[in-house]
């Protein structure tokens, strides 16, 4: 069919809740996120989150992300940003280093600028 792209950016409201509870959390509003998270949970039956601190609240995010949009592939991204995927991806076994979290820069890349650096250990 020639009817456009097959490449549609499917963008969810529980994704956009929880980035936003996730950004208040980062800046240590973590009471004013919390309705955001309850909001993705209560749809979903589940109880509210109440009084955590912001490390907790930052677990109740990354958790709730990771059961909310799974097989959507925002985990790994996730982990990336969070700076969790090395002692995560290890305590199941995996071994990474931090050469397997970036890609390299293409070559063609740094020969038209050459204040880039390419990535550690490529």
Same mark, same amino acid.
């Given at each position: 069919?020639? @009817?456009? @792209?097959?490449?549609?950016?499917?963008?969810?409201?529980? @994704?956009?809740?929880?980035?936003?509870?996730?950004?208040?959390?980062? $800046?240590?509003?973590?009471?004013?996120?919390?309705?955001?998270?309850? +909001?993705?949970?209560?749809?979903?039956?589940?109880?509210?989150?109440?009084?955590?601190? $912001?490390?907790?609240?930052?677990?109740?995010?990354?958790?709730?992300?990771?059961?909310?949009?799974?097989?959507?592939?925002?985990?790994?991204? @996730?982990?990336?940003?969070?700076?969790?995927?090395?002692?995560?991806?290890?305590?199941?076994?995996?071994?990474?280093?931090?050469?397997?979290?970036?890609?390299?820069?293409? $070559?063609? +890349?740094?020969?038209?600028?050459?204040?880039?650096?390419?990535?550690?250990?490529?």
């Amino acid at each position: 069919m020639n @009817d456009g @792209d097959g490449n549609w950016i499917v963008l969810r409201y529980a @994704d956009v809740l929880l980035m936003y509870a996730e950004a208040l959390i980062e $800046q240590n509003q973590t009471t004013l996120a919390l309705p955001y998270l309850n +909001q993705v949970r209560k749809r979903a039956g589940l109880a509210d989150r109440i009084d955590l601190s $912001q490390s907790d609240a930052r677990l109740a995010i990354e958790q709730e992300r990771r059961i909310e949009l799974a097989f959507e592939g925002h985990r790994w991204f @996730d982990l990336l940003r969070t700076g969790r995927a090395l002692t995560l991806m290890r305590a199941t076994g995996k071994t990474l280093s931090e050469r397997d979290l970036l890609f390299p820069i293409p $070559q063609q +890349q740094i020969d038209i600028n050459p204040l880039l650096k390419q990535n550690p250990g490529y």
